[in-house]
């Protein structure tokens, strides 16, 4: 995603993406500072808390934050300042079992410790949402440049799994919970036209699965074409000029 501070831009997601009182969670990802000024965040727990944070500092540097649920507020400035128009990834674990936490940048743990130290055993703030591009208020600190592959874990990733990350990879898919969506995203690999006819077919998830069609892109509402089925293929005569189709899990 591209962030522009002039125009106040910013991701809000609007849900926990840790629970409150959380004692372990890692947060990383891909940044490039392309320019702006001022305290610029990465990203940051919503709407009153920082559970989760970190910034680029008025100086430049790379900053991170914890807030716990004892209203403590922590802080570690690394003290590296991110070149303009270069990728660098982040990354924080937080282990408040034993009160401690880390930083890494570009895969390296960083030489430095949160201040004041962490009680140990207490757990995050509460939160009610994310914000990517912007601090916790929405309202001021946006980000200039680009944001990428973010994510949240709710336990402390080894410092080869940070180095993974850092190294170019895609964060992988969670594993499947029991009852839960499958841990791989249904994607569609193929689509052409013959004989009057559109043809789809699609790898991943688990069956059953749901076409879905509509006249936009971005407007209106998905319907449903035919029966959910248990084949990754679906063919069907041709009667719309444009048409978009994705294919669901029931």
């Not at 430049?60 to 403590?72: E, H, Y």
């Not at 282990?95 to 140990?120: I, N, Q, R, S, T």
């Not at 009057?196 to 790898?203: K, P, V």
């Amino acid at each position: 995603a591209s962030f522009s501070q002039a125009e106040e831009q910013y991701v809000d997601v609007d849900r926990q993406v840790i629970v409150d009182g959380a004692l372990s969670y890692t947060s990383a990802g891909w940044f490039k500072v392309t320019g702006g000024e001022g305290r610029r965040f990465l990203w940051e727990t919503s709407p009153s808390n920082w559970a989760i944070s970190t910034e680029v500092t008025p100086a430049g540097n790379v900053k991170a934050f914890a807030r716990l649920a004892d209203t403590s507020s922590h802080s570690a400035d690394t003290g590296i300042q991110a070149p303009l128009n270069e990728w660098h990834h982040i990354a924080v674990t937080f282990d408040g079992a034993a009160g401690a936490a880390a930083v890494y940048y570009d895969g390296a743990k960083v030489d430095v410790v949160f201040e004041p130290e962490f009680p140990p055993g207490v757990g995050t703030a509460e939160t009610l949402g994310f914000h990517i591009g912007s601090f916790r208020g929405g309202s001021g600190r946006f980000f200039e440049g680009l944001i990428d592959e973010v994510g949240i874990w709710d336990r402390v990733l080894s410092q080869s799994e940070i180095g993974y990350l850092a190294g170019g990879n895609r964060i992988p898919n969670p594993p499947a919970l029991p009852g839960g969506p499958p841990s791989t995203p249904v994607e569609i690999t193929g689509v052409a036209i013959g004989d009057g006819n559109i043809q789809l077919s699609w790898e991943g998830g688990t069956p059953p699965y749901q076409v879905q069609a509509r006249a936009s892109v971005s407007e209106g509402e998905w319907l449903n074409v035919g029966d959910p089925t248990s084949d990754a293929s679906f063919e069907e005569p041709m009667t719309e000029m444009i048409q978009f189709y994705r294919v669901v899990q029931p």
